[in-house]
């Protein structure tokens, strides 16, 4: 079923709400699904490693073996058209060649660029803690689920992040490694089947100072 795009932006982020009861009748298209996955992996990574790995659940099996490690979302996983799993790939660096040499083919980088960027990435990265190389996909993969629900949301869908689950036994549940893959959250999609409740923010005042 395809959703009717909204491009106000100002109505995409407005009117977002995290969505715990959807319309089961809705599903969303493997097509339409790889669209929105496309469009939100447009989101900023650093130094373009693009970490963000994701495993759409929308099949009965699937949801069926995510249902007990999220045991406080029930609604979400069984009413959703898809829950998408986000993980950040601790192999990501293994990827750094290919991204490279594609901007170079695609004309979107010279050669000697990438000649330059690429050992001095690999070298800059190599020397990191693994803490400090996990935390810098934690945040990349932050900022693609934050655009994966508001691209969600422009293609007329309702999303809602979800963090209380399994994170220790999911990835093996689905069959992943879980040395590689470190689990950052689970997104329900779907269509709303009611409103859901709009939530108060802080004011700037609060929350900003000025220097």
Known sequence: MQ????????????????????????????????????????????????????????????????????????????????????????????????????????GYMPQEVRDQQVPAIRGSLQQMPPEQVEDMNLIDAGLVSMQLMLVARAHGYDTNPIGGYEKDKIAEAFGLDKERYFPVMLISIGKAADKGYQSVRLSVEETTEWR
């Open 3 to 106: 959703q009717t795009k909204i491009n106000d932006f100002h109505e995409i982020i407005t009117g977002r709400r995290s969505i715990r009861n959807y319309d089961p009748s809705v599903k969303i298209s493997r097509e339409e699904m790889k669209e929105i996955l496309t469009e939100a992996s447009l989101a900023p990574s650093s130094v373009n490693l693009q970490p963000w790995r994701f495993m759409v659940i929308d099949t009965p099996e699937g949801k069926e073996t995510l249902a007990p490690l999220a045991k406080f979302n029930q609604r979400q996983v069984e009413s959703s058209a898809a829950v998408i799993a986000v993980f950040a790939d601790n192999n990501s660096l293994d990827y750094l060649e290919k991204i490279y040499d594609k901007a170079v083919a695609e």
